[in-house]
């Protein structure tokens, strides 16, 4: 049940951030060449800037679900299995503690926020603007919890994850090399 | 003694596995509620949502994205078979091959692991399997990614040029020079181990198989001719650029190579996602640091102790350096340059340092602090592909560390090896 949730929303943010993606992609690419007839659009730099923090704030999320931000582990892998499970557990409750702390005053400020809007986009209020804060920060939380026990296992078993990722992206590049090789050998 | 308490409990919480993103947040916040009281974490707040807006940042998952499509779309191999074509009879040419293809291919995208990954998981075994020793064969494929983070396309420029609030295209060209001939001396001293070492000659050079290779390879290396050639004749600007590197990849991939399926594009595509993610959340979060230490004077209180003791560039310079190397050796370079630069940037002025000039010192030092364990993602991921050990490995990458350190002083003491071009197309 967890896990088929877990599945649901990594799903629902990659849906999300590819659609922030191809927008920013499609915004800067339209811009350059309206610029290019003479037609720079007015609102490409407000725009862009909003959507490239919507982007950010959604991949991070994204990464907090895949475990892929930059860290540390070497120090906690290397320690005997009790102190690594306790030091990676605080590790784990001062993200969280993080998060609940961004999420609070990401709200508190979007009462303030909802009295301005964006300069080309008049009806777009400050608040909707700024609501991904809070709304990631709480998807932030949840992707935190729910990848909590496997982060637990590894201190347990003394894996890094820096390495895990470092053999996962080798493994992925070997096969990309290996279906090329295929691939030419075929055409 | 504010910087002192906020670097020792940002080391503290990045030692006991915090990410380093949310680490520098718990400081600044830390920071806010200490010296201003809880209504202060509403300015952390909002700093956290503009930090993430600054325009040149735009290019940023943009050119993590084109990298990703060239990561899947066969570009490295394409590359590969055309500089061995070329130089592959050279004594040590596979080496070189290496090095050149770094050159032209490594840090674009935002993971410098994953492009390792794909050159080095072809290289790196036929290497061996001609007589190069595992460690040599790993140094050589690190040092040289390493190295390529001065050549443009850089990630880490763009991030400094944002936050330094200087032109990334100034930095982008200031970098060709220290990058290129870096990249001629990492095949000097192939060239040299190579004749120590008595390693063989790769094929025969052979018009055809050169011509053959190249048609194969014209649109991989036409790409970053178009990029840069447009970014530096001014047609298009670095974000823009970035844009036009994106739809390169993508006619690339799908026309013309057709190694770009569906199931391609989604993989680069989140992977993208997740690296524009784990970077943009450093740079957002240090913004709230950057806040709170900017209102408690920090920044401007360094400048002024540390040019009340001396005001000579060269000598900060040397400081610098060393700031750098020792955080270069515990930190990301992303990390680095985000925490650092902001700190140091008033005594960089206040002494009349050039900021670009800068920028290119700040970059080698992050290049080096790849090379050098324990947070060295490039050496690890190079020695893992080569199942070689890193001390052992660390050893042999000696000369190639030696050749960046000089690359480093060279930039560093003659400012006209990196601004020389700058001022030219000025």
């Known amino acids: ?187 | 003694m504010i910087l002192l308490l906020t670097t020792i409990a940002l080391i503290t919480l990045i030692m006991i596995n915090v990410p380093i993103a949310v680490s520098i947040g718990l400081v600044a916040m830390g920071g806010f509620i200490m010296t201003s009281g809880l209504p202060a974490l509403n300015d952390m707040a909002i700093a956290l949502f503009t930090g993430a807006t600054k325009f040149p940042l735009i290019a940023i998952p943009l050119f993590i994205l084109a990298g990703n499509l060239m990561n899947t779309s066969g570009i490295s191999v394409r590359l590969i078979n055309f500089v061995s074509a070329l130089i592959g009879f050279v004594r040590g040419g596979l080496g070189m091959v290496n090095i050149g293809v770094s050159m032209v291919f490594a840090e674009i995208s935002g993971s410098a692991v994953a492009d390792v990954a794909a050159t080095g998981t072809v290289l790196i075994p036929e290497m061996k399997k001609r007589g190069y020793s595992r460690t040599l064969a790993a140094a050589i494929t690190s040092s040289s990614a390493s190295l390529a983070i001065i050549i443009p396309p850089s990630i880490p420029m763009i991030l400094y040029g944002a936050i330094a609030e200087t032109s990334v295209l100034k930095l982008f060209v200031a970098g060709v020079v220290p990058g290129v001939l870096g990249g001629f001396l990492l095949m000097l001293v192939t060239y040299f181990l190579a004749v120590r070492y008595d390693l063989p000659r790769g094929e025969g050079f052979d018009l055809c198989h050169v011509w053959t290779s190249f048609k194969e390879a014209i649109w991989a290396l036409l790409m970053p001719v178009i990029i840069l050639g447009g970014i530096f004749s001014g047609l298009v600007t670095a974000t823009e650029g970035a844009g036009l590197a994106v739809v390169a990849a993508l006619i690339i991939g799908i026309f013309i190579y057709r190694d770009l399926d569906l199931s391609h594009l989604r993989k680069a595509m989140l992977e993208g996602v997740s690296q524009t993610g784990a970077v943009m959340l450093l740079v957002a979060s240090s913004a709230a640091l950057g806040l709170f230490l900017t209102q408690a004077q920090v920044p401007q209180q360094l400048a002024a102790q540390i040019t009340e003791m001396t005001s000579n560039p060269y000598l900060v310079l040397a400081l610098l350096n060393l700031l750098l190397l020792v955080l270069g050796m515990f930190l990301h370079g992303a990390a680095a340059i985000i925490l650092v630069v902001p700190i140091v940037l008033p005594l960089v002025e206040a002494v009349g340092i050039d900021l670009i000039h800068f920028g290119i010192i700040v970059t080698l030092n992050l290049a080096i602090g790849q090379q050098t364990p324990p947070v060295a993602s490039v050496l690890i991921t190079s020695c893992s592909i080569a199942k070689a050990g890193i001390w052992e490995t660390s050893r042999t990458n000696l000369p190639y560390i030696g050749v960046l350190a000089f690359i480093l002083l060279l930039v560093t003491y003659v400012p006209v090896v990196s601004l020389g071009l700058v001022e030219y197309f000025q």
């Not at chain 1, 862009?48 to 892929?68: E, H, I, K, M, P």
């Not at chain 1, 992707?143 to 982060?151: D, Q, S």
């Open chain 1, 1 to 187: 049940m967890i896990a088929l949730f877990e599945r649901i929303l990594l799903r629902c943010l990659e849906i999300i951030c590819l659609a922030l993606l191809v927008t920013l992609t499609t915004a800067v690419v339209y811009s350059a060449t309206m610029r290019y007839f003479g037609a720079s659009p007015s609102w490409y730099d407000e725009i862009a800037s909003v959507l490239l923090a919507w982007l950010t704030y959604f991949g991070a999320t994204y990464a907090v679900f895949l475990r892929q931000h930059m860290g540390f582990g070497g120090i906690v892998a290397a320690l005997p299995r009790i102190p690594a499970v306790v030091l990676a557990l605080v590790s784990e409750l001062l993200v969280i503690g993080f998060f609940v702390v961004v999420a609070w005053y990401g709200y508190a400020v979007l009462a303030v926020a909802k009295w301005d809007s964006l300069l080309s986009l008049r009806w777009m209020t400050l608040d909707i603007v700024q609501s991904v804060i809070p709304i990631t920060a709480v998807l932030m939380i949840i992707g935190t919890l729910l990848t909590m026990p496997r982060v637990l296992r590894n201190a347990a078993s003394g894996v890094d994850q820096e390495h895990a990722e470092i053999e996962q992206a080798i493994a992925d590049a070997e096969r990309d090399a290996a279906l090329m090789q295929r691939g030419d050998g075929t055409k």
